[in-house]
Every structure is written in structure tokens, then in C-alpha cells.
């Protein structure tokens, strides 16, 4: 990524600029392409959800708690997210890319699972 080039400013009276090594609000983030990479593993790692299309012909949604195999998965899912963000330093376009896919997960099973 290209640096800015702020030295102009210091013309400025009264201005004093921060160096970019000691003021944490203006380092750069997790390169957007990491982003992008942890996101896309970690839906790789998770897709598709998993479904037990037998135990739902014969129980109702909502009212029959999942099934075992059902409900590991998405607590895979859940610390796999944990896991990814926390390896990434919470990024927050990770994060946001982490959410998106946790729920488009969450409409896939309901989809599948009918």
C-alpha cells in the first residue's frame, strides 16, 4: 500500500504532524487481500452446513431440539469465528466479512433443512 505524503503540512503554522509509527488510529489495518483470504478459508473450512435431512422428516423446527451432529457444528463454526478473528487481530473488514458469512451459513441450513 502507498504511503501518503503529508510533509507539505509541516509548512502549516501550527501544525504538527503524528508519525504514523506512534499513532495506532493512522497504522494500517490487515491488508484488505488478508481479509479477503481469511474470510474465504474460514467459509471454505464451514460450508456447507451441516443438515440431518432424516432426523427433520420426523421432527418439527423450533419445537425438537437440533441433532447432536447439527448442533457441533455450529459450535465449530462459532470458534472457527472466534479463532479467524482473533489470528487476524479483530480486523474489522474481517469481522464484518466473519458476520456475513456466519448468517449466509445460518440461511443455507435453513434452506437445506426445510
Not at 19 to 25: H, I, L, Q, Y
Not at 40 to 52: A, D, G, L, Q
Amino acid at each position: 500500500m502507498a504511503e501518503l505524503d503529508f510533509s507539505a503540512l509541516r509548512n502549516i503554522q501550527g501544525f504538527t504532524p503524528v508519525e504514523t509509527a506512534d499513532n495506532p488510529f493512522l497504522q494500517a489495518s490487515t491488508a484488505p487481500k488478508e481479509a479477503y483470504r481469511a474470510a474465504y478459508e474460514y467459509h471454505k473450512r464451514n460450508y456447507p452446513p451441516v443438515v440431518n435431512l432424516a432426523y427433520w422428516q420426523t421432527h418439527t423446527a423450533g419445537a425438537d431440539e437440533a441433532p447432536k451432529e447439527e448442533l457441533e457444528y455450529w459450535e465449530k463454526a462459532a470458534a472457527d469465528l472466534v479463532k479467524t478473528a482473533s489470528e487476524n487481530k479483530s480486523n474489522r473488514l474481517l469481522t464484518d466479512f466473519l458476520t456475513a458469512i456466519y448468517a449466509d451459513l445460518e440461511r443455507e441450513y435453513m434452506r437445506i433443512r426445510g
